[in-house]
């Protein structure tokens, strides 16, 4: 018997995975975007549209909601949407939200573009993610997305001249206008709403025609897995920059007190992850280099007697390393000033108050070993001229001076060679 059950569980574990996650054609995939178009979202996103294939749901529904991001993710979505043979709905909600820059292109590229009451879309003016550009390169840039956002709004039958417009001159319009100007197909309060007005429209696929059928359908939220919710929240910029510091906070205590090992763990962790991140931000280097030169000399002063200045220029150095490290126009790719002052405030504490105990503890006479018979007085217990015997600290110590000693007098350790120490008369 218990072997007929095991088999069962084995048979069943493998034929789980291989059923479908979702009820199929009468399901309806929704999938909430209200973030930065990067490659978390867009991971997320194209692997939602590829489970929503596998499973031959009725649709895919992303509810949009953002600033922007990066080109090169933006695509992979618009790829992803362009060869699914479920229907893709980009609807832009809720009231507030907005589809900017990148969120317009996946916008124009969905198989029905619909927005809620009180958003906005438009403003997809390319923007350099690595800083400035030449003139030539800009208008490279430039015409490159016109190409490719009209050729998007040619295929779905949109509006290409407001398309050109809006990567051109920035226009954006809210959804009542987008309505009226052939941006949008449709204006829906809610999701039951725009569920009901796309039920019996046809759209195009790359495999034909299909006719939706929304009516009665099963929503299914799908939601980011702890490993890209964790992905997202340290691409950004702030999270990123206090990912970097703790790292050269860790590695730097780890040198300083080899065998702590945490902190050079920790701060290793900290710092390759700082790096993932910097992967998807327009990270201008020139601003690493005037953290570590900060850095540095808040080390330096603490050796050096500069009566400030190497503190000063620390903090200076720091300042403008943080406010450059992410060098672009964008608002939500920017360091916030509430993140960079605490931490420079923080550095300086760490160098000039726990690193200067540190480095005095390190200077200090050892007290134990060895070392730490230096400097102490002791009593000849012999007369001592090559060699004799001395009492210090307890202990008896074979011991050699370079001018003759007579038993009972005190003398002083000059230094410890082995198991025989050096000893001088002390003087009165």
């Not at 991971?43 to 992303?62: L, R, T, Y």
């Not at 039920?199 to 009516?215: D, F, H, P, Q």
């Not at 217990?381 to 202990?395: C, L, P, T």
């Amino acid at each position: 018997m218990a072997r007929k059950i095991f088999n069962a569980l084995l048979l069943l574990s493998l034929v789980l995975p291989l059923l479908p996650a979702y009820s199929g054609s009468n399901s309806v995939m929704v999938l909430t975007v209200s973030s930065v178009i990067n490659p978390v979202s867009a991971e997320f996103i194209v692997k939602s549209i590829s489970g929503a294939n596998n499973n031959k749901m009725e649709a895919v529904i992303i509810e949009l909601d953002t600033p922007g991001g990066l080109d090169i993710s933006m695509r992979q979505i618009i790829k992803a949407i362009s060869a699914s043979n479920v229907p893709v709905i980009v609807y832009v909600s809720p009231s507030g939200a907005r589809a900017a820059s990148a969120g317009v292109f996946i916008t124009m590229a969905a198989d029905i573009a619909a927005m809620a009451p009180g958003t906005n879309i438009g403003a997809a003016h390319p923007v350099n993610m690595g800083g400035k550009m030449s003139k030539t390169m800009k208008e490279k840039v430039t015409n490159d997305a016109v190409a490719y956002i009209k050729s998007i709004a040619e295929k779905r039958g949109r509006n290409k001249k407001w398309a050109e417009n809006a990567v051109r001159k920035s226009v954006s319009v809210t959804d009542t206008e987008a309505l009226k100007l052939n941006v949008i197909d449709i204006r829906a309060d809610n999701i039951n709403d725009l569920l009901r007005k796309i039920n019996g429209r046809t759209v195009e696929l790359i495999s034909g025609t299909k006719k939706l059928n929304t009516e009665n359908v099963t929503l299914v939220r799908e939601k980011m897995g702890f490993r890209l919710k964790l992905l997202a929240i340290i691409t950004n910029p702030n999270i990123a920059y206090i990912l970097m510091m703790l790292g050269f906070y860790g590695l730097f205590f780890e040198l300083i007190s080899p065998g702590a090992i945490f902190p050079g763990v920790l701060g290793g962790i900290c710092l390759i992850l700082a790096f993932y991140s910097f992967q998807t931000l327009p990270v201008n280097y020139a601003g690493v280099l005037l953290i570590i030169l900060g850095i540095i000399m808040f080390i330096l002063e603490i050796k050096i007697v500069s009566y400030g200045v190497l503190t000063l220029g620390g903090i200076i150095s720091m300042t403008i390393g943080s406010i450059m490290l992410f060098d672009n126009a964008m608002p939500f790719i920017r360091l916030s000033l509430a993140t960079i002052i605490p931490a420079v405030i923080l550095t300086v504490l760490f160098f000039t108050v726990a690193v200067r105990l540190v480095y005095k503890a390190w200077r200090k006479q050892p007290v134990t070993g060895q070392e730490g018979l230096i400097g102490l007085d002791g009593i000849a217990m012999s007369d001592i001229s090559d060699s004799g015997m001395v009492i210090v600290h307890g202990e008896y110590w074979q011991a050699y001076c370079n001018e003759p000693v007579r038993k009972g007098e005190i003398v002083t350790v000059e230094s410890v060679d082995g198991l025989k120490i050096k000893v001088k008369k002390k003087k009165n």
